[in-house]
């Protein structure tokens, strides 16, 4: 059967980065042979830098070409039309033993300036130096599977202000810009510039400081207990005081939030799905031995002070929850599945992306010779020329359309 016809199994390529867990992925893919090897992220979709492969006449064909060779068919003609030809999301399962680094992603005007102007410069795609692979901003919702632990955005300066002057010898605290009061509420950004262009010697002896005073204190709070963590794995590093900076958030499994461009950000533990806009624009700032480009991550944070944008699901029928978000290119839901209760799938639809994390289920629809059977990690890719699809079983299945 075509692939642009009916549903079809997807492989997927597996990023194995030194923050990988050592389980997660592990143990969603049915793989015991790499239990303690760091697997990072697995990813679903077109991107280049690790497109899905699809089963096409005989041999597994990169999706990218799939999507090239007939994007109405495979896209949905809304889809198709909207976004260039061209799939508009990627979607990951992350495993995060260790934490990532703070990072930011940029909107679409400034992926689409910094992408020109490093072409321009002559840098290859796959330069460590470079801050922008593709032209796409990079909108995201991460929804936890075990529980998960990130920070985001930044908080309200007196809060700020407070947690620093809890650990900082007072010598060091009077040295900030904020001490004096020399920064209103609303200007974290020279504070941040501050902190982030300070003198080798000085930031040393703040975060050397800072992490002493927090490991005594592990036991009073998760923000001191995680400036003793990052400490220990990127010292001298002022990431290290980002706990103290930004929004420190728990996520209970099924709980979500979204990310928009230009939100500082960075993962700490868990796993998780992670649907995005289809880009893998990154911009680090600390915690990572990756190329880091300050003033091109100063330009692209917003620095306005807020908490983290939680996602609500909303039901959609019995046994489907979806989690809006204003982002455009994707929609992610969960459909929950026992053999009493299967779920249709019809009417105006597109180009979807299914995966199994949990049980095992059948997915039929219009096209498919027979339905196809599957178990905890495997995915289907569902062209939008499938006008209806049904699953059966008991499984939960994550749903990643536009």
């Known amino acids: 059967m075509n692939c642009t016809d009916g549903i079809s199994i997807l492989k997927n390529p597996v990023r194995t980065y030194s923050w990988g867990s050592g389980t997660a992925l592990q143990t969603l893919l049915g793989r015991p042979e790499a239990i303690g090897k760091p697997m990072a992220e697995l990813w679903m979709g077109s991107h280049p830098g690790a497109p899905s492969m699809v089963m096409k006449d005989g041999q597994w064909t990169p999706l990218g070409e799939i999507v090239r060779a007939a994007p109405e068919s495979v896209l949905g003609k809304g889809v198709s039309r909207a976004f260039s030809r061209r799939l508009p999301f990627l979607f990951k399962v992350l495993g995060v033993g260790?934490?990532?680094?703070?990072?930011?992603?940029?909107?679409?005007?400034?992926?689409?300036?910094?992408?020109?102007?490093?072409?321009r410069m002559g840098m290859a795609l796959d330069a460590p130096e470079r801050n922008y692979r593709d032209e796409n901003h990079k909108p995201e919702i991460i929804c936890a599977l075990t529980p998960f632990r990130l920070l985001t955005g930044f908080r309200e300066m007196e809060e700020i202000?407070?947690?620093m002057g809890e650990i900082l010898p007072s010598t060091l605290f009077a040295e900030m810009p904020f001490a004096a009061g020399r920064l209103r509420s609303e200007e974290i950004r020279p504070l941040f510039d501050s902190l982030m262009t300070m003198e080798e010697h000085k930031r040393r002896a703040l975060v050397d400081e800072a992490a002493k005073a927090a490991r005594a204190r592990v036991a009073e709070s998760p923000l001191f207990y995680w400036v003793s963590e990052l400490a220990s794995a990127y010292p001298g590093d002022m990431g290290?005081?980002?706990?103290?900076?930004m929004n420190f958030e728990e996520l209970k499994p099924g709980e979500a939030i979204y990310i928009p461009p230009g939100e500082l950000h960075a993962y700490l533990d868990g796993s998780g799905i992670e649907l995005m806009a289809n880009s893998d624009n990154v911009l680090r700032g600390g915690l990572t031995s990756k190329h880091v480009d300050m003033r091109e991550l100063l330009r692209v944070v917003d620095f306005s002070p807020g908490g983290a944008k939680r996602v609500l699901p909303v039901a959609r029928g019995e046994c489907e929850r979806a989690y809006p978000t204003p982002a455009r290119e994707f929609l992610l839901s969960v459909i929950s599945l026992d053999k009493r209760m299967p779920y249709t799938a019809s009417g105006r639809r597109s180009v979807e992306i299914l995966i199994c994390t949990q049980g095992e289920a059948e997915v039929a629809g219009t096209g498919n010779d027979a339905p196809l059977r599957i178990g905890r990690g495997d995915a289907v890719f569902v062209p939008g020329t499938v006008l209806q699809y049904g699953i059966e079983g008991d499984a939960i299945v994550a749903r990643h359309s536009t």
């Open 161 to 163: 202000r407070r947690l």
């Open 98 to 119: 260790s934490p990532l680094s703070m990072q930011v992603h940029p909107d679409l005007r400034q992926a689409g300036e910094g992408y020109a102007r490093e072409n």
């Open 240 to 245: 290290v005081l980002s706990p103290l900076i």
